[in-house]
């Protein structure tokens, strides 16, 4: 090898040292592309994950979500049975909106921040800390968003559909309008169930027998698509027979939840006690460690972080209805929280 050969041999050497680093770059690059994945890359769903401030959770339950096929859209301006209607039937705000972005009570500086950026999931876990649940008296989900969202000009994030199915018509993030004061701290969902009477007049109509003579929901001959998802569901009451229970003092009949119900809201409410750990899973109790059946004052109810039924926050109102097991919700979120 003469010297002058040398430059001619380096330069072939760094050319092949060079082609094989950019190989490698190249490789690299495809291999572990940093944080986010490729272009036009499926980032999978598993279908059971809500939204909070923009934040998938798992829930471990089938969720439809309000970008999904089959979904309720609560942020949708025209309505969705009738979308050539804009505005609720009869509406609660003269905007074409059932919702608002801004949770009052904020300090001054997180709102300012809040309104200039928007939520994000740790603001939101300092101001979140209450879950409202509500039955629907409309029997369905799908009936249920057609009278919350298309007619009466409101919303909430959840509803539970008979056979478990979980809709999310919002980002958690969102003040819903379902529960009037409570609206600023709370999370809200409407369980599908005809409610609670002081006779059985209506609980006639819904609920009937099967061949073997166990109570099953029997929708009205003129209820019209049911939504519900799952091909041929029945409905069966978890307790067979009618629950009569007190509330505000007065006696109530009501037929419970079903299975699939309780099973999805455990889930549902374990995972929202995780998302934003300002709920606590517990309901509001009397001096007996009893779960309350009547309303708390201002004060209990700014005091208190976790579970609510809408009767606890108003008088005027009864759901989540004397059925309600609270105590098999409660046990079974504590269950699914335990580590
Ligand atoms: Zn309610």
């Given amino acids: 090898m003469s010297p002058s050969n040398w ?171 379902h529960a009037g004061q409570a609206n600023d701290r709370s999370v809200g969902i409407e369980i599908a169930n005809i409610g609670a009477y002081r006779d059985m007049k209506v609980l006639d109509q819904w609920y009937g027998q099967d061949d073997a003579g166990r109570t099953i929901v029997t929708l009205p001959a003129d209820f019209g698509p049911t939504g519900i998802r799952t091909p041929n569901f029945v409905a069966r009451p978890s307790r067979e027979g009618v629950v009569e229970g007190v509330i505000h003092g007065r006696t109530l009949y009501q037929y419970d939840l079903t299975d699939e119900q309780y099973d999805a809201l455990i889930r549902l409410t374990a995972t929202l006690c995780q998302a934003l750990p300002g709920i606590r899973p517990d309901a509001p109790r009397d001096a007996a460690g009893n779960v309350r059946m009547d309303e708390l004052s201002d004060q209990e109810l700014a005091e208190f972080s976790g579970l609510l039924g809408h009767y606890h926050i108003t008088k005027d109102k009864v759901d989540p209805g004397p059925a309600f097991d609270w105590e098999r919700v409660i046990a079974g979120v504590r269950k699914l929280l335990r580590p």
């Fill in 7 to 177: 430059p001619r041999h380096r330069g072939a050497a760094a050319c092949l040292i060079t082609s094989v680093a950019c190989a490698l770059v190249l490789l690299a690059g495809c291999a572990a592309p940093g944080p986010y994945g490729r272009p036009g890359e499926l980032s999978p769903r598993l279908g059971d994950e809500i939204v909070v401030a923009g934040q998938f959770f798992h829930t471990g339950t089938p969720v439809v979500l309000w970008l999904d096929p089959g979904g309720y859209d609560a942020y949708r301006a025209e309505c969705k049975f009738d979308p050539n209607q804009l505005r609720p039937s009869k509406p609660v705000s003269d905007a074409p909106i059932r919702y608002s972005t801004f949770r009052r009570g904020l300090p001054e500086d997180v709102a300012a921040r809040v309104r200039e950026e928007g939520w994000d999931l740790s603001t939101l876990q300092a101001h979140v800390d209450q879950f409202v649940y509500h039955y629907d008296v409309c029997g369905t989900s799908r009936k249920c968003f057609d009278v919350l969202h298309d007619r009466r000009g409101l919303s909430v994030h959840f509803m539970l559909d008979l056979d478990g199915t979980i809709y999310q018509t919002l980002d958690a993030k969102e003040r819903a309008w």
